[in-house]
């Protein structure tokens, strides 16, 4: 598996095609996998540059606090190492944090940005509802059974009738989260530095062209984060997906990538 060393850790990419280059950042825990049903279809249009971020899949995880510019710095480097100097943006959940903080540390670096099932950070971002709490805690807590947790969580993310309906997605993404397992203090790093992330007086600084993209029915991160997304970026493209959750990159993944490479085209 190719990797680049990049501020100071061994990152893990994978690219695909050729064009513009689009880059994909997956959420907490997620690596490459994340993009199965994107790197495809985008990569017919465009050179598609997945990877894992520090503390997950191949790449490094060190011992030490993470936080969010460094996850962006960990972007700009591995950019930069592959000879990449501007690129389009896609962050999902996490990433789209990271996409934010990159988007406004390296815009000379930003072509286009796609904030997907995300928000800004801080204390005004809305949190789930307490009806989808309590099935929340309930759901991530562990069985020891990983891919009984796996298909848990991804009800969550999805809905139980969409995994009902497409048990062959959703074994694929259960037998490759269990063949790859995130080492838990990995996991706890990683999340911390979502929790002190805060850009929410930054955001509508983003230079960039922004989609902003969200399934109506998170869960995990309820819609009105991109409603408050929209409001501090004006000049933003704002698509709501009807049936999708959290992760509606690989539960809608037609409208998805259709809706995000007419973004991307311009």
């Known amino acids: 598996m190719p990797k680049i060393q ?3 850790i061994n990152i893990h990419y994978e690219i695909h095609g050729t064009g513009d280059p689009v880059v994909l950042i997956g959420g907490l825990g997620a690596d490459t ?5 994107q790197t495809p279809e985008l990569s017919k249009n465009f050179q598609v540059i997945a990877f894992d971020n520090r503390g997950a899949g191949e790449s490094d995880k060190p011992e030490e606090p993470y936080s969010i510019r460094m996850f962006a710095d960990d972007t700009a480097g591995m950019l930069k190492g592959l000879g990449i100097p501007r690129a389009h943006i896609i962050g999902a959940s996490l990433g789209g944090l990271i996409a934010e903080e990159f988007a406004l540390t390296y815009s000379e670096m930003t072509n286009r940005l796609v904030l997907a099932s995300t928000g800004f950070g801080g204390p005004h971002m809305v949190k789930p509802s307490i009806f989808a709490l309590v099935p929340m805690l309930l759901t991530m807590r562990r069985s020891g059974d990983p891919a009984l947790d796996i298909r848990r969580s991804f009800e969550l993310f999805t ?3 969409w995994c009902a309906q497409h048990g062959d997605l959703l074994n694929q993404y259960v037998d490759w989260r269990v063949a790859h397992p995130q080492p838990p203090e990995a996991y706890k790093r990683q999340n911390a530095a979502v929790k002190i992330y805060d850009c929410e007086n930054r955001v ?9 993209i969200h399934g109506a ?4 991160v309820p819609v009105k984060n991109a409603q408050l997304l929209k409001g501090k970026l004006p000049q933003a493209q704002l698509v709501i997906i009807p049936d999708a959750g959290h992760a509606a990159p690989i539960q809608c993944a037609e409208q998805f ?7 991307l085209k311009g």
């Open 159 to 161: 809905s139980p009738e």
């Open 217 to 220: 029915n998170d869960r995990v």
């Open 6 to 8: 990049a501020n100071g």
């Open 204 to 212: 509508g600084q983003i230079k960039a062209p922004v989609l902003i």
């Open 33 to 37: 996998f994340l993009w199965f049903r």
């Open 257 to 263: 990538n259709e809706t995000v490479t007419q973004f």
